[in-house]
T-cell receptor, first 115, second 115 residues
């Protein structure tokens, strides 16, 4: 029973390029959450999605960032025109129902480096 | 505002010594509280969680935590540290009901274990 799968593990992009981060939730989980970890900081909530719906994107930067969770396939966090300040670790978590009543399961993260 | 504070950025202990990592919370109501561990380059693993009931919570890897409402604390403890416990530890919380999926993380405590 695979856990939350994120890929790629490491991603290097030049300034101005696009970054696409993928997250496949645990089997049977239909709720996905994205968090960002900046250097020497704790994780910060970005967005909560269910299949085909964005439930809460209050933690997403207003520009360049978008997320989706299609009916089929993984959830995608997309960052357009990346800048150095986007360099961070991005973690995805999933749960079988909405809310964190049982403790999230986190993936191993994607470490984005913008050069 | 809801917050979780970890006062110690870095702690060093000797192998075999006891460990206590501090966590303080600020919430309007009793929060759900969690401790996660992150090994270098890895994702977050849930050590234990507190929802209600017994204030002393047992977790994996020999860890425990005690919820103290009077002190707004949820400190993590282990009686005898192993070298493999060297990692970064994050305390996190959320409130039940409403946005009960949005974890608030502390900034983490880095644990170094000396032989």
């Amino acid at each position: 029973n695979a856990g939350v799968m994120q890929n790629p593990r490491h991603l290097v992009r030049r300034r101005g390029q696009e970054a696409r981060l993928r997250c496949s939730p645990m089997k049977g989980h239909s709720h996905v959450y994205w968090y960002r970890q900046l250097p020497e900081e704790g994780l910060k909530f970005m967005v909560y999605l269910q299949k085909e719906n964005i439930i809460d994107e209050s933690g997403m930067p207003k520009e360049r960032f978008s997320a989706e969770f299609p009916k089929e396939g993984p959830s995608i966090l997309r960052i357009q025109q990346v800048v150095r300040g986007d360099s961070a670790a991005y973690f995805c978590a999933s749960s079988p129902t909405g809310g964190n009543n049982y403790g999230y399961t986190f993936g191993s993260g994607t470490r984005l480096t913008v050069v | 505002a809801q917050s979780v504070t970890q006062p110690d950025i870095h702690i060093t202990v000797s192998e075999g010594a006891s460990l206590e990592l501090r966590c303080n919370y600020s919430y309007g109501a009793t929060p759900y509280l969690f401790w996660y561990v992150q090994s270098p380059g890895q994702g977050l693993q849930l050590l234990l969680k507190y929802f209600s009931g017994d204030t002393l919570v047992q977790g994996i890897k020999g860890f425990e935590a005690e919820f103290k409402r009077s002190q707004s604390s949820f400190n993590l403890r282990k009686p005898s540290v192993h070298w493999s416990d060297a990692a970064e530890y994050f305390c996190a919380g959320l409130v039940s009901g409403g946005s009960n999926y949005k974890l608030t993380f502390g900034k983490g405590t880095l644990l170094t274990v000396n032989p």
